[in-house]
Each structure stands twice: as C-alpha cells, then as structure tokens.
C-alpha cells in the first residue's frame, strides 16, 4: 500500500525532476555537492556521496539495492567500476522511465542495472537477499521511518549492510525552524541519530557508525544567496507552485544547517544473523 507521504513524494519528483537534472551540472545527481578534502572539482563533489557507497561495498558483495534511486545514476556509477548487479526503486515512474532510457545509453558495465517504480516502504515481495542497501537523500521522504527499516531489512540478507546519506535532526523536533524543511523538503522523516538508531534496532537492523559529513557542504553558494534573497516573493508563490516551496524548503535547510540544528551523515547499519 502506498502512504501518504510516498503519493507526495511521486508528485513532487514526477513534476520536477527535469528542473533537478537542469541545475545538477550535468551530472544527474539530485543529492547535494559534497567538497571533502580529496575533491578537486564538482563532478567529484557530485559523485563523492557514490564514492562513499563505493568505499563501503565489499569484495564478496554481488547485489546492490539503490532505495530511492533517482534517475540512476548511482546505480550507473556502481555498475561501471564494481562487478556488482544494482536495482534501482525510485516512487516516481518518470524518474524510472529516464533511469532505463540512460541506462540503455550507458556504455558497458562490470555489473548490471534494473529499475522498477515502487515504494520503498511497501516493497515488492521479490526483492530479497541483498548484500547491501543504501539511501541517497531519499530517507527524510520516508513516511514513516520505521516502514523504511522493516522494508530494507526484509531486503537485505543476514549481515546484509545498509547505508543512509541524508540529514538527521541534532535538537528538538518540535523546533519550528525545522518546520518549512518539513513542507517544503518533502522531509516526513527528521530523525537523531538515537531515534535512527531505536527504529532501525526494532527492525533487525544495528547501527554500526555514523559519519558526520556536514563539513562537506557548500552552504550559501552564489545561487543559494540568490534563493535567500527572493525568499519574500518565494513564500508569496509557494502555495502555487511545488517549485517556489521547494526552494523555500531548500533554503529552511541551509539556514537549520547552519543553526546546527540538522547534521549531513553517512549512517551504517548491518542486518543482524
Ligand atoms: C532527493 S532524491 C535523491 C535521488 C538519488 N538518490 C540521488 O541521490 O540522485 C529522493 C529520491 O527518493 C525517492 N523516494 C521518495 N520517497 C520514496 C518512496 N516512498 N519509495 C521509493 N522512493 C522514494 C524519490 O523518488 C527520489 O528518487
């Protein structure tokens, strides 16, 4: 059964994604930039959240599941360097439809790549058995987080791994700070890491580290100055247009960041035996 919360999601990405892929430099990442240190260049900021998931893929791990998959591209990414099989769930059809049609463009790959529409909180029966899981920016749209776990604990086999890149709360939810992150970021799930850690605990799923990864941010970049300064006309717009409120949420996250209020982390939990 598809929640709520994934209806809005699938009508968000469904709307936008193409505006997504025109602001991401080309290089079809909808996630933000990450300058760690070894990072020289935006494709390299881009591509450093695969880097990360990369780095964490073992040499006996054979299967990959991309939670909220985007257009592919970390599938994509996985595939050419790694001899790994990835599928891809994004909740958008359209975002599928473009990960096949990229897919099908892509030169040869080590592994392979599938993508199938479907809702990473309610997924298909079939999907099992996987060595490893990871989410890219997708886990705030969980609704709830706890379906989430269940869902990539059911995926995963015992020891299987999973990998969430994403924001995590550092304070007190009831914040009101936090509030257009909420509406405008389509962000259902603000967790801590504690709360991360009690609901992936009551799925089987223990948490074995955590990466801060906000310093790696950019925050206040020329066009995120720009976005703060029509802030006014931007909130006027936002309940006619989903892409006026997503830059009012976009801008709500940059000024909790900064407040110290939200964290960026690579959070890893493994499937108990
Ligand atoms: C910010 S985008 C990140 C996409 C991709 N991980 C990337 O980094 O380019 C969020 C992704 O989460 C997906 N998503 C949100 N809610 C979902 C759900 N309930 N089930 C499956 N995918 C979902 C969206 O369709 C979208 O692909």
Redesign the pocket.
Known sequence: MTTTG?AR?RRY?DANTWKFLLSGSGQR???RELWAPEVTDLKGALHH?HDLVATEIGPEDRSVLD????VG??ALYLARRLPVDVVG????PE?VRLAQRFAAAHGPLRGTVRFET????ALPAGLVGFDVAFA???FV??DPASAFFREAARALRPGGRLLVIDDVRTGDPADPRLDDVRTGWHAETLVSVPEAAALAAEAGLELTGSTDLSPYQRLGRPRDRLIAALQPALRRARSRSVWAESLVGGDALQRCHRAGLLEYRLLRFVKRS
């Open positions: 994934a999601a990405y990442a909808i996630h959240a939670l909220g998959c985007g591209t970390a769930v994004s909740i958008s975002q479907a809702d990473f909180t890219i920016e997708s749209h969980a």
